[in-house]
């Protein structure tokens, strides 16, 4: 009950507060008292402005407490009425606070600055009790937070207490299977004339409310000038209601519309728009989101008919009518007049062009001003304006003749051409006499230092390529991957040249490399050998044993072995350190080897054992000897 | 060579997703480019200078650009902005003639609400024009040009034959000497930019003798002077004259180019 009073009287005061034109207010509002120590409650700051301008907002000083969410918001509320309108301005800072200690604490006021002025808020008392013990808060009406960024109908943390409450929606429909969240794209027509309108919508469907919707990727017209057109919406957000599609009803919101006018014929498709929408609860935490993607779409863009009148341009598509006006018809030599010509109709104005000014002899013209009118509902329309200004050099009578603009009317598909009436003007006095500021060279002037023609002081107009043109040199410029071009070549020259000398030093055969080579080859003969021996092959393997001695002793020598008498053999063996036992027992291998070779059946297997033994025992006999030995060999 | 596959399979896959990042982010950027257009056509400037800010901000070189954002401020009356969005583009790319003309109407325009003559201003020193002589966009490709050419022909160098190692090693010198020059037109306007110039953008501000607003107001500027900045103190820059005069100015008043 007392949380109720409490409600009720902060709202009536609110309400009070913020009628239009009641001035500024400044207030701020607790959502409920007492509160529990470590129970969420809401506090709203809220500022209303008639005209005025605020800056320099300081919040509260929240001492006991600690802010949990804070969201600030921005509306503005306009009002028509017989008295006039009001345009109000209200600003709002809501702050979820939790209390962390028991007793009776205060909000201090905020303060604000508004046309100079400082404003305060009043202070609040808040009585903390037990977690528990306090009232809970009143129920929200929608157990859907309504409103919020993209959304109307927000008051995110006070949903009951929105002083400009909205009608409540109606219960939701049960969601029928296979219903689902989409975009869809909805053209007016899919092939038109080059220059003849086409309107396209996207349109969002959704199965239930959302809190948030943001564009992700804008559908690309290329091929087409676009007009954006007006898309109908509730206070900055998204206009939703009820619709029914294939017998299912889902919330519809209108998102953007467009007027496509095709530049040149052919077949051009309109890239997907493409958004996210998602659903937060009441801490703004997201509960969910999606991606939504709506379908591309091709148009085909036809020429116009043949026939088209001289002087006519191609954008002047729809339907026009012209008419042409002078400020006055009688003027003085070196007194300006104004010539409006003015195209009202539909089609896409902006880009046609006015008829050219003829030339006027006795007269100088100067560029003129161009002012584009544009309405933009279903059919994009509107006026376009040349103003010239038309200086008199001397005196006599003058005729302009008739403008003439020729059209593509869509709805007769044919050609047609508006005319305007020739006018007459009269100019007096005399071109000598006249002779003064006003007939030299218009220079560039404003307007306050008297009569000067402004519009030659304009600038060149935009630049409205269809992509943005970088500048990569300037880009580099200001970029650090300058310095990697100026580092990179020298560290990778010198990466290769070191490359190159490692190389060349791991591919020299060195002394103790060549032992190891020599040795991992015996090694493997001998294995083969023993192979051999153990499946019965004698010959074989004594075969190998003679390979072996023979490549180790050429690789100790220096020389091929092969080919040596036993007595050449000796001397070469001895040459190289080895003692004569050794050299016998070499010789004596090798002996056996041959043996083997020319008389096969004299060997016995344990001979064979033996010679495999011993040549193992002479390479490593060998691999002893001094290097020096083998090198002086 | 499983290595040498290796790093190329790497080589190729960032390649792969640099390209497609980088399609993306052009995308986004026409996307917003686009905008601009279409809102300065609607005769909606605040919503193109919107839309040409965030491509600034997206540190987008273009002169276009900055053309463009010149043409939309001079609509929307912001003199000090417009010359400064010019003198951008001048930067980018001197030779742009749109830019320089629309230069010279918005300096005119200025001249005729408030007109800044000083006193005794100096003329930029010689090694100052001559470094800027060229645009960055130039320099830097005659740099990057020419110093990759000449390390290209060393590569090529060390596969020659001995005999015909001397025309290329005197290719590579000639390249080199002329990088060399180019790099140093390139550091010296570095070394500038290290100093750089910046356009007053509101139409009347109060600089001060030091840098806050309680101290003494030396002398007022107005929209679209260039001056120097030499130095900052928080949110505010001390900035030279071209006669020498100095004084505080709030950095927001102020547009680097």
Known sequence: MRALTCLVATSTLLFATTAFGQGTSFTSRLGRNPVGVGEAFPFEVSLSLDNARMEDYRPPDFRGFRIVAQQPSQSTQIQMGGGGGFMRQIYTWNYQLVALQKGKLTIAPASVRVDGREMRTEKVSVTVVDSGQAQPSPQPRQQLPRGVPGFPGANFFFPDLDTDTEPVSPPEPAKPAGRRNFLRVVPSKTKAFAGEQITVEWQMYLTERQNNYAPTKEPRTDGFWAEELEVPQNRGGLSLSEQVLEGRVYLFAPLMRKALFGLNPGKYTITPLEADISRVDFFGATVHSEHLKADPVTMEIVPLPAGAPAGFDPSAVGKFSMAAEVDRDHVQVGEAITLKLRVDGQGNLRKIALPGMPRLDGWKVYEPKINVQMNRGDVVGGSKTAEYLLLPERSGQTTLPAFSFSYFDTHKGAYSTVKTEPLHLVVTGEAATAQGPHTTTPVAAPAASGGENLLTLDVRPLRSRPSLRRDLGSALYHSPALLGVAIAPPLLLGLVSLFGVARTRLGQETEGKRRRKLRRSANRRLHTATAHLREGRLAPSLGEIERVLSEFLTGKVGRPVAGMSREELRAALASMGAGPSLTESTVTALDTCDRARFAPGSIHPEEASRAIDRASEIIEAFERLPSSAGAQA | ?257
Not at chain 2, 74 to 86: K, N, S, T
Not at chain 2, 174 to 185: D, R, S
């Open chain 2, 1 to 257: 060579m499983r290595l040498l596959r290796a790093e190329m399979a790497v080589l190729g896959f960032a390649l792969v997703v640099g390209a497609f990042a980088s399609q993306a982010r052009a995308d986004f950027l026409d996307q917003a480019w686009m905008r601009g257009n279409e809102a300065h056509l609607r005769g909606d400037y605040a919503g193109a200078a919107a839309a040409y800010q965030q491509l600034d901000k997206q540190r987008v070189v273009s002169a276009d650009l900055y053309y463009n954002l010149g043409v939309t401020y001079f609509r929307l009356g912001q003199l000090g902005r417009a010359i400064w969005a010019f003198e951008r583009a001048l930067v980018v790319a001197p030779d742009d003639e749109d830019a320089r003309f629309n230069l010279t109407q918005a300096r005119k325009l200025t001249d005729q609400r408030a007109h800044d003559k000083l006193e005794g201003a100096e003329r930029e020193p010689l090694w100052s024009r001559v470094v800027t002589f060229f645009s960055p966009s130039t320099e830097v490709w005659l740099f990057c040009g020419l110093y990759l050419g000449c390390f290209v022909l060393l590569f090529v160098r060390r596969r020659l034959a001995e005999d015909s190692r001397l025309a290329v090693t005197t290719a590579a010198a000639v390249l080199g000497t002329t990088a060399l020059l180019a790099g140093t037109l390139l550091l010296g306007r570095m070394n500038l930019d290290r100093i750089p110039f910046a356009i007053v953008l509101p139409d009347t501000v109060t600089v001060k003798e030091g840098a806050d607003s309680n101290f003494r107001t030396s002398f007022e500027v107005h929209g679209g002077l260039r001056v120097r900045v030499l130095d900052h103190e928080q949110d505010w820059v001390r900035v030279r004259l071209a006669n020498g005069l100095e004084g505080f100015v709030r950095a927001e008043d102020l547009g680097l180019l």
